[in-house]
């Protein structure tokens, strides 16, 4: 129950970020004059649609995207003369510009505003140094900075009966008194052997003998447990709550650059048994996303980390698609900003020999790249969308 409250979540909020998506550029084009006929959430048929003033306001059955009308969008567009003078094509660069970057700019917003929740808020998790146990671990994953793998084995700590809120106070035989200095124990322990390690339950001491796993960190295989500490949330004053959501945005722009930039390398790894630990492990699709939420509610975790970590993802999600979305490519909204600063800049040097502008571009060249640009960010979604769905990847460890 809990993993499909955390699915419809999510796709509530996906709904929510395409209409702000689409208001930013319904709200800009409607500022600058521009005729704006239709405003709608999802693709094909309508299921339910109002007319207020000129706009058509509704929702269609396929709920994969949304997108707003305004008349004259390019040159292969026929207008009525009456509402040429209101179309998009008639109006200035710089309006054009900001009409077509409105779209992830309020993705941006959106992100912006849920990490200053999260950390005003909610809290920013702190971890605790103390040895008590926090979480056990469900799995073994091949690396730390991968999930865990659908079909990997349990963790160590809970096959030999590890437990939350036990305090470990020996290891190996040695004793540990921080969680810092635990790590390093465990880690130099020998892989695959039985190893004692003691712990305080319910006021009474108990050994257990668990065998530590081996995973990848930093290139090395250390032994691994499957535990993690004890962590409490602080929440932050308004003004450290929007210094932590602008370094947070700054952080996830540049990890969303390098998804972006390794989606070639990362697409063959898809259906490999360890795609959590490798590039292809970092990108998904929407339902990857649902999925990861879903995974996020149903945890046995405190509900801090399931809000905090449902915040994140929208937030990520929203920081991606805005920047993808301003990629230079038809038919993307940066495809079309790239188009109209190219004839700026062609009007500008236009200008600078003497002869008048050139005009709008010819779209009719450009349309064989825009099929080709939707066909193939067509197929990559659906190889995506199956790879979430066969050999999806575990967040929660």
């Not at 209409?19 to 521009?34: C, I, Q, W």
């Not at 290891?171 to 052997?193: A, D, F």
């Not at 108990?206 to 530590?212: A, G, K, V």
Request: glycine share 12%; hydrophobic share 50%; with cysteine.
């Amino acid at each position: 129950m809990s993993f499909f409250l955390g699915v419809v979540i999510f796709v509530l909020a996906l709904l929510i970020s395409v209409m702000l998506h689409e208001a930013g550029h319904f709200l800009t084009a409607k500022r600058f004059g521009m005729k704006v006929t239709q405003f709608f959430v999802g693709f094909g048929q309508t299921l339910w649609s109002f007319r207020r003033g000129e706009t058509e306001y509704g929702i269609k059955v396929l709920p994969a995207g949304g997108f707003v009308k305004i008349t004259g969008m390019t040159d292969l567009e026929e207008v009525d003369p009456a509402d040429e003078p209101r179309s998009f094509r008639r109006h200035a660069g710089w309006q054009r510009i900001i009409v077509l970057a409105a779209g992830s700019f309020m993705h941006f917003v959106l992100a912006l505003v849920l990490l200053f929740i999260l950390a005003a808020g909610i809290g920013l998790a702190a971890t605790s140094n103390s040895t008590a146990i926090g979480a056990v671990d469900p799995c073994t994953p091949s690396s730390l900075s991968g999930g865990c793998q659908h079909g990997s084995t349990s963790s160590p700590a809970g096959r030999a009966g590890l437990r939350a809120g036990d305090k470990i106070v020996a290891v190996g035989g040695e004793s540990v008194t921080g969680w810092t200095q635990m790590g390093r124990v465990i880690r130099r322990q020998p892989h695959n052997r039985p190893i004692p390690v003691t712990v305080i339950r319910d006021g009474h001491r108990l050994t257990l003998h668990p065998t530590p796993a081996t995973t990848l960190s930093g290139g090395k295989h250390i032994s691994f447990l499957g535990i993690s500490p004890v962590v409490t949330f602080q929440r932050k004053s308004p003004v450290a709550g929007l210094s932590y959501a602008g370094s947070a945005f700054g952080a996830t722009v540049t990890g969303s650059a390098k998804v972006i930039a390794s989606l070639p390398r990362a697409l063959p790894d898809l259906f490999a048994k360890n795609r959590a630990s490798t590039p292809a492990g970092q990108v998904t699709s929407v339902v990857g996303a649902g999925d990861a939420t879903g995974q996020v509610l149903a945890d046995n975790i405190a509900w801090q980390s399931k809000v905090a970590l449902v915040l994140l993802i929208v937030a990520s999600l929203n920081i991606f698609v805005g920047l993808f979305n301003l990629l230079p490519l038809l038919p993307m909204d940066g495809g079309h900003l790239a188009v109209v600063i190219f004839e700026r800049i062609r009007a500008w040097l236009a200008r600078l020999r003497g002869r008048p502008d050139p005009g709008l571009v010819d779209m009719r060249r450009l349309i064989p790249v825009s099929v080709g640009v939707f066909a193939l960010l067509v197929g990559v979604g659906v190889l995506l969308i199956m790879a979430d769905i066969v050999n999806p990847v575990r967040i929660i460890q």
